[in-house]
DNA sequence: ATTATTAATGAAAATGATTATCATAAACTT
DNA sequence: AAGTTTATGATAATCATTTTCATTAATAAT
């Protein structure tokens, strides 16, 4: 587990044992800007690790998730794609989706509005649906610059 | 094919045939609030229709997608859900999505800031990136008031 | 340290949503 | 009414994700 979470004692007791696997995909994780999928991540853990499995990859990135280590973001086809959530606001970004290809861009010049905003509006949300809310997503969907162009077929 | 399209020159080309089946599925969403699955509909159809094909209902659902009918939100299991899309803002709203029994909850009590500040940051991103933006998703995720209840074994 | 206990792993099979195939049927055209 | 084209639906294929279960590795107990 990395270190500045291990004195943390409630991670400590859901994560159980912090064995290679976990420590190897977060690795992947976090030397990765982009937006993996599970298979993704599998392919590159090959290379290194061929005795890991993909049903282990899966498994761990469900516990990254509960722990709030990684997001999960899902593409206009349903594949599920993965990245690592930043300490603090730091690193925080939304997505801008393309319909078509399915590429994912990230943003980050919020303007301050957007947070407080966002703030706000969690707290009315909370309250009015007794919702507790762990994390948001903000996507934009459309198309990108490279399908723009050569969108004659859709 | 509905009567305030049916005028619509790039709408009639796009949707060739208007079929009984494209009909009755577009009558099924309208008449459902909820974000219904494929086989949903598929189900809701059959007791009146046992002649039409799941088959057929993706198809119908692409083909409403490509015209702008309806919206497609695709919940944390990476099903997808269809909702009928209202002219104009009017109905325009945002998820709140649990994570544990994926249930949809609908909010519609924007801030005015929002829409303000969602048109402000299409625009910068479509200078930015040059990406076309359609349209947005904003959904908060997290525990609904009854898993909240029994979530002792998340 | 060694053994016992428990949790994590991985191979293989199962699941389940979505897509592709293709022969048939329905809708338009002439 | 006959011919042409598009939409349909049954079936099979695909592909990401889950389940199952025997094996292995990590921690606890001795």
């Given at each position: 587990m990395?270190?500045?979470?291990?004195?943390?004692?409630?991670?400590?007791?859901q994560v159980g044992r912090w064995t290679e696997p976990r420590n190897v995909i977060l690795d992947v994780l976090s030397h990765s800007k982009g937006h993996l999928s599970a298979k993704e991540?599998?392919?590159?853990?090959?290379?290194?690790?061929?005795?890991?499995g993909i049903t282990t990859v899966y498994r761990t990135l469900e516990l990254f998730l509960r722990l709030g280590f990684i997001q999960k973001v899902i593409s206009p086809d349903g594949e599920a794609?993965?990245?690592l959530r930043t300490e603090g606001n730091k690193g925080h970004h939304h997505?801008?989706?393309?319909?078509?290809?399915?590429?994912?861009?990230?943003?980050?010049?919020?303007a301050d509005e957007e947070l407080e905003l966002v703030k706000k509006t969690e707290k009315v949300l909370t309250q009015k649906h007794n919702f507790l809310?762990?994390?948001?997503?903000?996507e934009f969907l459309g198309l990108c610059d490279k399908c723009r162009k050569d969108a004659g077929d859709i």
């Open positions: 990395p270190r500045r979470h291990c004195a943390n004692q409630r991670l400590r007791e991540i599998y392919d590159a853990l090959y290379i290194t690790h061929p005795r890991i794609h993965y990245e997505h801008l989706i393309c319909l078509r290809c399915g590429k994912i861009i990230d943003y980050q010049d919020f809310i762990l994390y948001h997503n903000i």
